[in-house]
């Protein structure tokens, strides 16, 4: 378990998995983290994917919760790459009372201290929709910075838009 301020990063649980799967079925958490179309979401996929979780190799998932235990969302270690010692990361906040109060900026901080400081890892990446302005201030406010840009890469509300890619150096990494 790895705590700060506001939340703290702890394994899931299953009687989680309803809320889990409501805030996946929220369009405006949905569309931000779902490539493909932000179709609903079942309680059995989210079983499934709950029981995926502990049998993936090299993927590291922790729920976000407050500092009261309220559970309010989920991050992770996607991919690592041990041989050039990079990760790819992710990150959501699912209770929409939590949007905008530093709390998913706190999680992400302790999941890059986790990385960093657990794993021995020298670079973090993410990608971030570019509309999605509220992550992407959160990941700059990290440390984070953009390193490239897929134009027109994924298709949301009748237009196409740009996917970011960002990453993060151990050694600028600034707390």
Not at 36 to 48: A, H, N, S
Not at 68 to 81: A, F, L, Q, R, S
Not at 164 to 172: A, Q
């Amino acid at each position: 378990m790895y705590e700060g301020k506001m939340v703290r990063l702890r394994a899931h649980k299953r009687e989680e998995m309803s809320l889990a799967k409501e805030y996946m079925n929220d369009y405006e958490v949905r569309k931000n983290i779902q490539p493909g179309r932000p179709y609903p979401y079942t309680l059995k996929d989210e079983y499934k994917r709950y029981e995926g979780i502990s049998g993936m190799k090299d993927n590291y998932t922790f729920a976000i919760e407050t500092l009261e235990g309220k559970y309010i969302g989920g991050c992770g270690v996607n991919d690592v790459d041990w041989k050039n010692s990079k990760v790819v990361v992710g990150i959501h906040i699912g209770d929409r009372c939590c949007w905008g109060k530093g709390k998913g900026t706190e999680a992400m901080r302790l999941l890059i201290d986790f990385v960093f400081n657990e794993m021995n890892i020298n670079k973090i990446n993410l990608r971030v929709y570019s509309f999605n302005k509220r992550a992407i201030r959160c990941y700059e406010k990290c440390g984070f910075i953009k390193e490239g840009v897929l134009r027109e890469e994924i298709f949301r509300g009748g237009e196409y838009h740009d996917e970011i890619v960002m990453g993060i150096l151990r050694r600028k990494y600034i707390k």
